[in-house]
């Protein structure tokens, strides 16, 4: 059974939602990236997203797209980011981690290569620009080594692009809140409701929600209806106002995210 799924089935049986949170690998420096995946996990993250840096990231709004810049000026890439894993992999075994980015660095590394090389450390991979339809074998490759493939939907996906990704996924389904790019604000929990019904419909797999969610209050109104919610641009924003001191970073983040987490175990079910 995979690390996601465990983790899961445990807070399901403990009626809890998951916290999902994001880093960008390598900001602000390569060498502060594991004692910030420690943190996530000290404050109450249940899994986390490790950003990929890539040079076009067009999914994301401008405080991911600052991160991947300041990780690319250390040239961070896939290599050193499973390095990073395996690193943190020593003292935590448990946490499940999903990689989270674009498909060129993978393409890069080696799919392959890559798929072996993360057996065992990374648990999940979101890959942005990768529709279902292009990723049979990619998404072969990931299951033959437990790597769970984990896809987007949108407002805008309709009830048979639903069927087929959720055929194609593992893991969980990440739902993102409304249209456009990462660290917007808008957010409507009333339609996010609806969708995750017509979504719950077709799937048993857990639901994720991100974007738009920023603070205790955004994040408990979601749970109410998901099953975790993802922050990550308030995160990182918090390490970018904080980059020249990584102990003020690490308390405002742990700070944030000890809210949230205490807001999400006072959701209730679903």
Do not use: W
């Amino acid at each position: 059974m995979s690390r996601i799924k465990t983790r899961f089935d445990a807070l399901k049986a403990k009626n809890e939602k998951a916290l999902i949170s994001y880093v960008t690998a390598g900001d602000p420096h390569p060498q502060h990236t594991v004692s910030i995946m420690h943190a996530l996990v000290e404050a109450g993250t249940d899994l986390i997203e490790v950003g990929v840096p890539f040079s076009d990231p067009m999914a994301d709004g401008p405080v991911i797209q600052q991160a991947c810049e300041r990780a690319l000026k250390y040239d961070t890439s896939l290599a050193d980011i499973l390095q990073m894993v395996k690193d943190f992999r020593k003292n935590d075994p448990n946490t499940p981690i999903i990689l989270m980015g674009y498909q060129n660095p993978i393409e890069i590394y080696g799919v392959e290569r890559f798929a072996q090389d993360a057996k065992g450390l990374v648990d999940g991979v979101i890959t942005v620009d990768l529709p279902p339809e292009e990723c049979t074998e990619i998404n072969q490759l990931y299951r033959e080594v437990d790597i769970d493939s984990i896809f987007l939907m949108a407002p805008t996906t309709d009830i048979s692009r639903i069927r087929r990704i959720s055929e194609m996924a593992s893991g969980f389904l990440y739902y993102v809140s409304f249209k456009g790019i990462t660290g917007a604000n808008s957010l409507d929990i009333d339609s996010v409701s609806s969708k995750l019904s017509e979504i719950r419909a077709v799937t048993g797999l857990p639901l994720a929600v991100g974007f738009g969610i920023k603070d205790a209050e955004t994040a408990a109104a979601v749970a109410a209806v998901a099953d975790a919610v993802v922050v990550g641009s308030a995160i990182v924003s918090l390490i970018a106002t904080n980059q020249e001191d990584m102990p003020t970073a690490l308390k405002e983040v742990k700070s944030l995210l000890q809210g949230i987490k205490s807001a999400l175990d006072n959701a209730g079910s679903i």
